[in-house]
């Protein structure tokens, strides 16, 4: 009987827990740390210019530094600016504040070809290819309204081991260039 009536309490915890998590997400700060809900009046900062490369529609940041997209290190947190129009010359997104107005969580499976480099696939094996779990912030800008979203990667794993970023990754991975407002 006490089996039974604990069970019962784990499944309404379980429920409640996916219900709330439906209407406000909720973030780590740390690694082993509380989860918190993000504000529904969120927003980053953008503190220093983030420049996108011809071709391209993303600025990417890794260590507290910009990147170039062929620089990526799929074991280390990253986070991403992207914009709306893809041009053939180099963007530049100016600083300034950005609303965020939807996020969401995702993954994306990795796979890897023989003598090629990283490409996002599904995986026809039965053995799971590693992923990547992130969150996507969508931002609203009057005065930049081509910046579409911030996304934030966590560490390449397999799909049991991966994880999303916390906050204090997503902010050591766009360091000064970004300040992140979301709780």
């Known amino acids: 009987m006490a089996k039974v009536k604990m069970k019962n309490q784990l499944q309404l915890l379980l429920i409640l827990m996916l219900l709330t998590a439906c ?4 973030i780590k700060q740390q ?15 953008i503190q220093q210019k983030a420049r ?3 071709d391209n529609a993303r600025a990417y940041f890794q260590d507290g530094k910009w990147i170039h997209p062929s620089s ?6 990253n986070c991403e600016l992207e914009v709306r129009d893809v041009v053939e010359k180099y963007q530049w997104i100016n600083p300034g504040k950005f609303e965020i107005i939807r996020t969401q969580q995702d993954q994306s499976p990795i796979v890897f070809g023989p003598g090629k480099s990283t490409t996002l696939a599904w995986n026809q094996d039965q053995a799971p290819s590693d992923i990547k779990r992130f969150w996507k912030f969508t931002l609203q800008s009057k005065q930049q309204a081509n910046v579409m979203h911030f996304i934030c990667r966590g560490v390449q794993d397999s799909p049991y081991n991966a994880t999303l970023p916390t906050s204090t990754e997503m902010q050591t991975a766009v360091g000064q260039h970004i300040k992140l407002h979301l709780f």
């Open 52 to 54: 996108i490369e011809p």
């Open 31 to 45: 690694e082993h740390g509380q989860y918190y809900p993000i504000a529904q009046n969120a927003w980053i900062e």
């Open 72 to 77: 990526l290190n799929l074991y280390e947190v």
């Open 23 to 26: 209407k406000v997400p909720v």
